[in-house]
């Protein structure tokens, strides 16, 4: 065992406030780094300590895998917690920090190599009997071959990226006129966006249904899974709504399911906490589709339901201790909903939407937790991800939930940026969320924009006003159109 002291949280928003939380419980201190934008940001005042990185951009902060390194030695700090994002599946940096004596807050760097991959990925836990999508588990440049293989395989195809993530990387093929086009424009895109371009073809699984399983190893074998997070409301290929569990899943699958993931770690020697994504078509079989080696986005809601600390056991397994609990220790509690709140107009195609939170208040009440990373009368920078909160609910049942989500979303009063909190609404209201029956085709196939605009109430439209002139009498430069955009702001957010 090697007690950690001085934790350093390489990254910004809403997750490093989140990891540093169970740090400071958990008696560790906590060190803060951050980019000249964000340098007024809540992560940087809670930390202990903070130190700036450099310029905005991600290249010149938050990815300076250098400055951080030498940061740590020069501040004696005993580990480095990367969040999700940035650094936090770099396999180099992984090596680097490891080189220098300092403990990492995730798996091995042979684990990153081999799950960063999804070719390797998939080579790796086909030998472990985890069911793959049906396709190939190599990368392929013969465009002839390929071809070969998609008639085989049969239409709709899709062609991945080895190296793709965060929802890009990916082009579906319909039949075999488009395949040669679409192959050739698939390989330039990989190159292009991920300095590597092997792509491989798969099935494309019609309506599927994303869903993933939360691991925790430890360094002893040890290997336990925290069921699953239903992930299937996405737009551009991206999580917008989870939730744990899934409406659909019987306990012998979710076993299976499970189970399989396990072997996952198995097949790399997995430690530390990771997330085994599958896709599950409509016959209720399931797919590997990937491991994501890191904390991920929508970890709240598996906490919810296990009341497991997922940081905390993080921490703990980077330390060198056991799994604090076993498998059968745990049972799933109740239900657990997360939207991601992303400064997006989702009237305008989910394009991001920056600006200042003119008026930011967030919900309360018993059953909500808010994981943000902005306060009022802060800008949204461009440089980084678009996310700036997650709002979490748990209740008794899936419907309370829902319930509970709806009110939270009311609650929540965000004006100066559009943001996805009114698409959220509009998916808990829709009969097809609620009955569960739905997939990944949500938003083609229910979603259109002036679904989003209703008119005001009465009374609705007397607040609006009031905003208005306080934003004329608060900012006297300010322009009778900007005040404009600024009330169909808070009209979109509050009224659907
Ligand atoms: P999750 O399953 O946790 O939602 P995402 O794929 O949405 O995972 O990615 C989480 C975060 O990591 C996002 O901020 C996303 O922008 C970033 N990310 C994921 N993969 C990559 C990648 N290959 N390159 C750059 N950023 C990535
Ligand atoms: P990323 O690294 O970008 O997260 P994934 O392989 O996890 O890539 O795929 C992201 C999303 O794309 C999935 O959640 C799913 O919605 C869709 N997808 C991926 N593979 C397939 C497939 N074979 N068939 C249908 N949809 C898929
Ligand atoms: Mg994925």
């Known amino acids: 065992m090697k007690k950690i002291h001085r934790l350093l949280v390489a990254n910004r ?14 008696g560790i201190e906590t060190i803060a780094v ?12 809670f930390a202990h300590e903070s130190y700036c990185l450099g310029a905005a951009a991600s290249s010149q902060s938050y990815l300076r895998g250098d400055k951080i390194i030498a940061l740590c030695l020069e501040k004696k700090i005993d580990a480095i917690h990367p969040g999700y994002g940035f650094l936090s599946e770099n396999a180099a940096f992984r090596r680097e920090v490891e080189k220098a004596g300092i403990i990492f807050i995730g798996p091995s760097a042979e684990a ?55 929802g890009k990387g990916m082009r579906i093929v319909e039949n075999e006129a488009e395949f040669e086009s679409q192959m050739e424009r698939a390989a330039s895109e990989a190159i292009n966006a991920f300095g590597n371009g092997a792509v491989f073809v798969e099935k494309y699984v019609t309506s599927p249904r994303h869903i993933e399983i939360q691991v925790l190893a430890d360094q002893h074998g040890n290997a336990a899974y925290l069921f699953e997070r239903e992930c299937s409301i996405q737009r551009r290929h991206q999580k917008v709504v989870e939730e744990a569990p899934s409406a659909i899943l019987t306990p012998e699958i979710r076993q299976k399911m ?10 790399c020697n997995y430690s530390n906490a990771g997330t085994v994504e599958f896709i599950f078509d409509a016959n209720m079989n399931f797919y590997f589709l990937e491991m994501n080696t890191r904390l991920q986005v929508e970890h709240p809601v598996t906490e919810l339901i296990t009341g497991i600390d997922i ?95 709806l009110r939270a979303i009311d609650e929540y009063d965000i004006v100066g940026i559009q943001t996805t909190l009114s698409f959220c609404k509009f998916v808990l209201k829709h009969e097809a969320f609620v009955s569960g029956n739905f997939d990944t085709g949500f938003v083609a196939n229910h979603f259109s924009p002036e679904l989003l605009t209703e008119t005001l109430t009465e009374a609705e439209e007397k607040v609006a006003a009031l905003i208005a002139r306080n934003l004329l009498l608060g900012e006297p430069q300010s322009q009778n159109s900007n005040a404009k955009v600024h009330i169909s702001n808070w009209k979109r957010n509050r009224v659907l």
């Open 13 to 26: 928003g809403e997750i490093a406030l989140r990891i540093m939380r169970t740090a400071k419980e958990i």
């Open 112 to 166: 990153m190599d081999a799950m960063g991959d999804k070719i390797s990925a998939k080579q790796a836990v086909k030998k472990f009997h985890v069911p793959l999508v049906p396709g190939l588990d190599e990368a392929i440049t013969d465009i002839a071959e390929a071809k070969k293989i998609a008639v085989e395989i049969g239409f709709p195809v899709l062609i991945k990226a080895s190296a793709g993530g965060g």
């Open 311 to 405: 940081v905390k056991e993080q921490i703990r397994i980077a330390e060198g201790y056991p799994l604090s609990f076993k498998q059968e220790d745990l049972t799933i509690n109740g239900h657990a909903i997360e939207v991601r709140v992303c400064a997006e107009d989702p009237a305008n195609n989910f394009l991001p939407d920056i600006g200042k939170l003119l008026m930011y208040r967030i919900p309360k009440g018993a059953g909500v937790r808010v994981d943000d990373g902005f306060e009022e009368d802060m800008e949204i920078p461009i440089h980084y991800d678009p996310m700036i909160a997650k709002l979490i609910v748990h209740a008794p049942t899936r419907q309370e939930a829902i319930a509970k989500m």
């Open 34 to 45: 951050y980019s000249e934008a964000d340098r007024n940001s809540p992560h940087v005042r």
């Open 258 to 267: 499970g189970e399989a993931a396990v072997n996952v770690c198995k097949a």
